[in-house]
């Protein structure tokens, strides 16, 4: 089945600075790559996704770029602020009917 | 909308008690699913369904079983619970058959804790 490693696992930024999430899969076939944001307690929730015909999407301060050579994409934020802090989760979708989640990557950002 | 509602939001069993996690949606979504997180794992697939009256496995089925009998209800059973299933559940839902390729909207969650 598909694997799917997020790195890192724990990442702490000053606001201001800039985040940067990894995440590595095995299926080549895999065609749709979300990023997912939980809040404490809650569900996650959307915050961008791509398609495998796209290389980069860009929503304001958040980007996801898409390299399906080496098959890795990334999650970018820019400007942190405080209420960025959260869990962040990339996900995979493949041929079949199922999404494979990354780890997920704890981000803090210091005010 | 309420959106992805589950009940209970906590639930203490005991080693070989049963029991069953509720989930509906009121979005006229085809495809819902149930998901495990544990620290450190992500999320992981437990079942999920394309529509009405049609389910399968997904990664970690075992110890689980689910049903479909109306678009809006995915209800998730434990046979016989185990502490290896002490988790906090989500249960999601998107609106094309298609499953996992389309924005899955999450409920709240239910924290089990298996003693």
């Known amino acids: 089945g598909e694997n799917v490693e997020q790195h890192p696992s724990t990442l702490s930024v000053q606001e201001g600075d800039s985040a940067v999430i990894k995440c590595t899969y095995s299926d080549s076939a895999s065609n749709y790559f979300p990023w997912y944001k939980q809040e404490l307690g809650k569900g996650p929730q959307l915050i961008i996704d791509i398609r495998s015909n796209v290389g980069e999407k860009k929503d304001q301060r958040i980007a996801v770029t898409l390299n399906k050579t080496a098959k890795h994409f990334s999650l970018h934020i820019t400007e942190t602020q405080p209420e960025d802090s959260a869990v962040f989760f990339c996900a995979v979708h493949n041929a079949g009917n199922m999404l494979t989640f990354g780890g997920g990557t704890r981000l803090m950002v210091k005010p | 909308n309420a959106g992805v509602t589950q009940t209970p939001k906590f639930q203490v069993l005991k080693t070989g008690q049963s029991m069953t996690l509720q989930c509906a949606q009121d979005m006229n979504h085809e495809y819902m699913s149930w998901y495990r997180q544990d620290p450190g794992m992500g999320l992981r697939l437990i079942h999920y369904?394309?529509?009405?009256?049609?389910?399968d496995q997904g990664e970690v089925p075992n110890g689980y079983n689910v049903s479909r009998s109306t678009t809006e209800d995915f209800p998730l059973r434990l046979l016989s619970a185990a502490p290896s299933q002490t988790s906090v559940y989500f249960c999601a839902s998107s609106p094309r058959g298609g499953g996992g390729a389309d924005e899955q909207f999450f409920g709240p969650g239910t924290r089990l804790t298996v003693l």
């Open positions: 369904s394309v529509g009405a009256g049609i389910t």
